[in-house]
């Protein structure tokens, strides 16, 4: 109670009219009127409203039972104090209202704050899962091991050669012999490769057997009892004369001999057989459409090692090429494996004249062969059109000599006029497949007839000319160049399939260059030239054993470069989408990249290149899937900025307030104890 303050029933004492008390203790016992009296029942009441503070008036004017008429004041205060706390002991004097309190601190207005906080912090976790970026797990180890595999090991493909002589001296020829020719072709070929391992060729991962056929028995450094290998007493030297059988037949003869049946399951047929027939004409040297070759002429023994050789290294492993050939990893497939082979017949003015074609009829008897060899390369669709209104983006000079339009080969970087002729027309164009066009131009009666110059002064045989990676164009001049005369309209004509078939033969040329081979049957070694028998389906087999090797091994280091590229971005962004499709095509793309290698190691060309082939596409969908390419740089400092104005600045004064209320709690529980702590010394 503080100094001076005077308690109300004090002031309504004269009136006897109390406004606080026990009403029933003063109706039961009136006050008595005179005021002076301290020795009266209730002159007590006054000395202790008086003394006591307002907290132990309270006490005895709330409780009757403390104190009845009988009980007297000293009585009474003694009765009081004795009920009340140890604690009331200490002195008001030395009671610190600021370092003390008597009564314990509250714990609601913490429960609250900290109720809030963590309510808070339980639907964190909820924040966090609504904003999760969904991601497929990828085997990042599995495309280390196989990027690491592929890049440092060159993919070396077994190879098997046997050299067959016939018609040489028996007695010279014995099984030591046979094993020193081996050991000699070997010698030559390893001159031949080098020492660089070139991925997709054989290097020196291959087998030599050698056997000499004698007129009663074989000699053979190898024991192979495989119909792959050479049959002694099947192929004579009378077979081979040339008067009597083409070269066809020969090639088929010896295909029919050593593939025959089902003879060479065990080796895939990938035997390479060169056979040497010692007779007194001309040396000729052919190499046939299957994986055979033959040298027929007065050949000395030294000789005949070196050509075996030459064959075996320049044509079954390299195909032949030679210096400015396209290399592999131009060649015409797409990402996906798809070629889109496209044929564009152009008139280039139909007020002179419009001619039409029979396209069906060429793609399924003239094309349809080409794509099923090729196969295990690319996966090849057909489409074509008719274009009018097309001419070139130059004008070409007359030449009398000729009687003709002559066009050299510094005009073929303008030839293609590409504001008029709209070749891309194809549904396949946007995507990854590739294109390859084939233009068939027919030109004008402004410049027909219209040929192309060669550097050396020649005009095309020909008559036409390739872009690597985009196509070719074959300038077709129409049988009579002068317009007939009266006519207010074009007539229509139609390509014969007689010119038809010139025409696709020229195009043939076109894509075996495009897929760097020779458009040329012809190779042209240091020991003289090889006769190289075309194929019915444009190529050859050995030639389509090279194109799988080489493809096998780009498709391969494309898919390991691509699935490491994939597996850095991710690793780099991990805001980034990854849904199961992705993951199931990098699974799937490792699953093939491995079934190619281990193909590859048996030998198994086909099937090699068209697991790589898979491999590749795969990995390229992976890649370029729609669900990760819109969000790339979907950063986690993106989220943060969408979402902090909307939950920092409550999240904060949330924070704070727990912090605050927290930090009061224990300065009143401290006043608290310090009080505790004096009044349990001053009792």
């Not at 008036?57 to 009765?79: D, F, Q, R």
């Not at 009663?216 to 040339?242: A, I, P, R």
């Not at 040329?520 to 090279?546: H, I, K, P, Q």
């Not at 727990?658 to 930090?663: N, T, V």
Request: aromatic share 10%; net charge negative; with cysteine.
């Amino acid at each position: 109670m503080k100094p001076g303050y005077v308690h109300p029933w004090h002031q309504n004492f004269e009136n006897k009219k109390p406004r606080f008390g026990n009403r029933r203790l003063w109706e039961s016992n009136p006050r008595p009127h005179d005021s002076d009296s301290l020795n009266t029942d209730w002159g007590w009441g006054r000395v202790c409203l008086g003394v006591a503070t307002g907290s132990e008036m309270a006490e005895i004017l709330e409780n009757p039972e403390t104190v009845t008429p009988e009980t007297s004041p000293s009585e009474a205060m003694e009765t009081f104090f004795s009920e009340q706390p140890k604690e009331n002991a200490l002195k008001d004097s030395e009671f610190d209202p600021k370092k003390m309190r008597r009564s314990k601190p509250g714990v609601k207005r913490l429960l609250l704050s900290l109720s809030v906080l963590f309510s808070f912090l339980l639907g964190l976790p909820f924040l966090l899962k609504s904003v999760e970026i969904y991601r497929s797990p990828l085997p990042f180890d599995d495309i280390d091991s196989i990027s690491k595999v592929v890049e440092s090991e060159p993919i070396i493909f077994p190879c098997k050669f046997q050299a067959v002589f016939l018609g040489y001296d028996p007695k010279t020829h014995n099984l030591g012999h046979a094993q020193k020719l081996s050991s000699l072709i070997a010698d030559h070929m390893g001159q031949l490769v080098g020492d660089d391992q070139v991925c997709g060729t054989c290097g020196s991962n291959y087998t030599i057997s050698v056997t000499v056929q004698l007129k009663e028995n074989c000699v053979s450094n190898q024991n192979v009892h495989t119909g792959c290998f050479w049959q002694c007493g099947l192929v004579k030297e009378s077979d081979f004369d040339l008067s009597l059988r083409s070269d066809e037949f020969v090639d088929e003869y010896l295909d029919s001999v050593l593939v025959g049946g089902e003879k060479c399951a065990d080796y895939g047929g990938k035997v390479y057989t060169v056979v040497v027939v010692n007779r007194d004409e001309e040396v000729r040297a052919v190499v046939g459409k299957h994986r055979h070759g033959w040298i027929v002429g007065k050949v000395s023994e030294a000789d005949a090692l070196k050509k075996i050789a030459e064959v075996f290294v320049k044509v079954f492993i390299n195909g032949g090429k030679q210096e400015g050939s396209i290399h592999g990893e131009f060649m015409p497939v797409g990402a996906d494996g798809r070629i889109v082979l496209s044929f564009s017949l152009l008139n280039a003015d139909p007020r002179d004249w419009i001619y039409d074609w029979d396209f069906q009829r060429v793609d399924e008897t003239l094309l349809a062969p080409i794509i099923k060899a090729l196969e295990p390369i690319a996966n090849i669709s057909v489409e074509s059109q008719i274009l009018y209104h097309t001419p070139k983006s130059f004008s070409s000079g007359w030449d009398d000599e000729r009687s003709s339009y002559v066009f050299s080969t510094k005009d073929l970087p303008f030839f293609v006029n590409s504001n008029e002729w709209h070749l891309d027309t194809s549904i396949a164009a946007g995507g990854r497949s590739k294109v390859l066009h084939t233009v068939i131009y027919i030109p004008s009666a402004k410049e027909c007839p219209l040929l192309l110059q060669l550097p050396t002064g020649e005009i095309s045989k020909t008559n036409g000319f390739i872009s690597p990676m985009w196509g070719g164009v074959i300038v077709w001049n129409p049988t009579s160049c002068s317009r007939t005369s009266g006519s207010k309209h074009p007539v229509r004509h139609t390509i014969s399939f007689q010119d038809l078939q010139k025409i696709i033969e020229v195009f043939m040329g076109q894509l075996r260059q495009l897929f760097g081979l020779k458009s040329e049957n012809v190779y042209d070694g240091v020991l003289g030239r090889v006769n190289l028998l075309a194929s019915e389906r444009g190529f050859t087999e050995w030639e389509l054993d090279v194109l799988s090797r080489q493809h096998t091994c780009f498709n391969l280091l494309s898919c390991v470069t691509t699935l490491s590229s994939l597996s850095k971005l991710v690793q780099s962004l991990p805001r980034m989408i990854i849904m199961d499709e992705i993951g199931k095509q990098v699974e799937f793309s490792l699953q093939a990249a491995n079934l190619a290698q281990s193909n590859a190691s048996l030998g198994i060309y086909e099937t090699s290149a068209v697991s790589s082939r898979e491999a590749r596409s795969l990995a390229e969908d992976a890649f370029f899937h729609p669900s990760i390419m819109s969000v790339s740089y979907y950063s986690f400092e993106h989220c943060f900025a969408v979402y902090s104005p909307f939950f920092l600045p409550v999240s904060l004064h949330v924070l704070l307030a727990a912090l605050r209320e927290w930090r009061r709690y224990k300065q009143e529980r401290m006043k608290y104890l310090a009080w505790k702590g004096k009044a349990n010394v001053a009792s």
